[in-house]
T-cell receptor, first 112, second 114 residues
Framework: GQQVMQIPQYQHVQEGEDFTTYCNSSTTLSNIQWYKQRPGGHPVFLIQLVKSGEVKKQKRLTFQFGEAKKNSSLHITATQTTDVGTYFCAAFRDNYGQNFVFGPGTRLSVLP | DSGVTQTPKHLITATGQRVTLRCSPRSGDLSVYWYQQSLDQGLQFLIQYYNGEERAKGNILERFSAQQFPDLHSELNLSSLELGDSALYFC?????????????FGPGTRLTVT
């Protein structure tokens, strides 16, 4: 079946440092979505990537879809305490939106 | 506030019992998804409904069932509960139809089985 890994599982950074999490699939994907879940909260949609090699930016967050559409990354520049939470990728195998799996998540801690 | 509502917020019950979790999607959304999140774990997709019909099935146990009603709200029924069913259950909604759409998650129902 479809397998999605996220690395690292945990990351502790000092405020102001950069952070990157990777989402890797064993199969070619049609789309990738990223979600953020604050401690005690619910997942919140961040972005969707569709095209090979696509790069999207949201303020300090940069999202990239790999050329082979098997992996994606989320990079945060100059982390802030508000970035604390778990970042999940959701990997879609087709364009119908029914064949997907969430990655296990990367938990980010930011030390002030 | 995502616009998705879930009730109850908390539920404590005993092993062997049956519970029903309720979800109302965002206004205009036709798809509802159910997820299970155990303590400090990822999101396990259970099932998806679109406009009243089952659309996709994930790792949903036979003891669990769900449905989506004509007014689009959905219920997740968990029966013969076991200690391992203790978890946070999220409902999410999207506009639905063909194609991956962003999902809006509700605040969740925390189920504790004792």
């Amino acid at each position: 079946g479809q397998q999605v890994m996220q690395i690292p599982q945990y990351q502790h950074v000092q405020e102001g440092e950069d952070f990157t999490t990777y989402c890797n699939s064993s199969t070619t994907l049609s789309n990738i979505q990223w979600y953020k879940q604050r401690p005690g909260g619910h997942p919140v949609f961040l972005i969707q990537l569709v095209k090979s090699g696509e790069v999207k930016k949201q303020k300090r967050l940069t999202f990239q879809f790999g050329e082979a559409k098997k992996n994606s990354s989320l990079h945060i520049t100059a982390t802030q305490t508000t970035d604390v939470g778990t970042y999940f990728c959701a990997a879609f195998r087709d364009n119908y939106g029914q064949n997907f799996v969430f990655g296990p998540g990367t938990r980010l801690s930011v030390l002030p | 506030d995502s616009g998705v509502t879930q009730t109850p917020k908390h539920l404590i019950t005993a092993t062997g019992q049956r519970v029903t979790l309720r979800c109302s999607p965002r206004s205009g959304d036709l798809s509802v998804y159910w997820y299970q999140q155990s303590l400090d774990q990822g999101l396990q997709f259970l099932i998806q409904y679109y406009n009243g019909e089952e659309r996709a099935k994930g790792n949903i146990l036979e003891r669990f069932s769900a449905q989506q009603f004509p007014d689009l709200h959905s219920e997740l029924n968990l029966s013969s509960l076991e200690l391992g069913d203790s978890a946070l259950y999220f409902c999410a909604s999207s506009v639905g139809g063909q194609g991956p759409y962003e999902q809006y998650f509700g605040p969740g129902t925390r189920l504790t089985v004792t």
